[in-house]
């Protein structure tokens, strides 16, 4: 009997991790920073993954952010590579990255958010639409600005800082996010 009953959860865990793999395997993944992102998992859950992500999802812990970017959004991230955090001021995301500076780190990582999804084929219907540039707001309130320089997506800041998209739809449970080269700033 005990026999029976050892097949039975053996024949039960192995349907169970094989329908699993089956699953995992028919999510269409994209390689970000050496890691595979699954789009039923959350935006943090697949950031924290990406070796070219490590400065923000440092920051977005910091800021107090990964509560609210694990939510049900849904989301449009724009977000830089570590690369693009190096292109800054000596200093500066250390600086960001101080308790006192919290409200400040929060306003520039909630630049690089827009409500809703918007997968590249959007975003470039809604260039076109507007003769060339799409004004996006976003969750900081501020406005990005979308546009194409042949088959490139670029977004530019309310400084006329330019960054261009260099991994696009990457789609995730809760949104989407766009890996950018350049981190955009706010007016402030």
């Known amino acids: 009997m005990k026999i029976q009953n050892f097949f039975k959860v053996a024949l039960a865990a192995f349907i169970f991790l094989s329908a699993n793999l089956a699953f995992a395997q028919m999510e269409k993944t994209k390689m970000v920073g050496g890691a595979e992102m699954y789009p039923s998992k959350n935006i943090v859950a697949n950031a924290v993954n990406s070796a070219d992500h ?75 639409k507007g003769d060339g540039k799409a004004v996006l707001t976003t969750v900081q309130g501020g406005k990005l600005t979308a546009w194409m320089k042949g088959k490139d997506l670029y977004i530019t800041d309310e400084n006329g800082g330019q960054s261009k998209v260099t991994i696009a739809d990457v789609w995730q449970s809760n949104g989407v996010i766009h890996s950018v080269d350049t981190v955009v700033l706010p007016k402030m």
Do not use: R, W
């Not at 107090?64 to 693009?84: H, I, R, S, W």
């Not at 250390?94 to 959007?122: D, F, I, R, W």
């Open 54 to 128: 490590t400065t923000l999802v440092a920051a977005v812990k910091a800021a107090g952010l990964v509560e609210t970017l694990q939510g049900k959004g849904p989301f449009t991230v724009f977000a830089p590579d570590n690369m693009a955090f190096d292109k800054l001021p000596s200093g500066t995301v250390e600086t960001l990255l101080k308790p006192e500076n919290k409200a400040t780190l929060q306003g520039v990582l909630t630049y690089h958010v827009v409500a809703g999804k918007m997968g590249s084929k959007e975003i470039a219907a809604a260039i076109k």
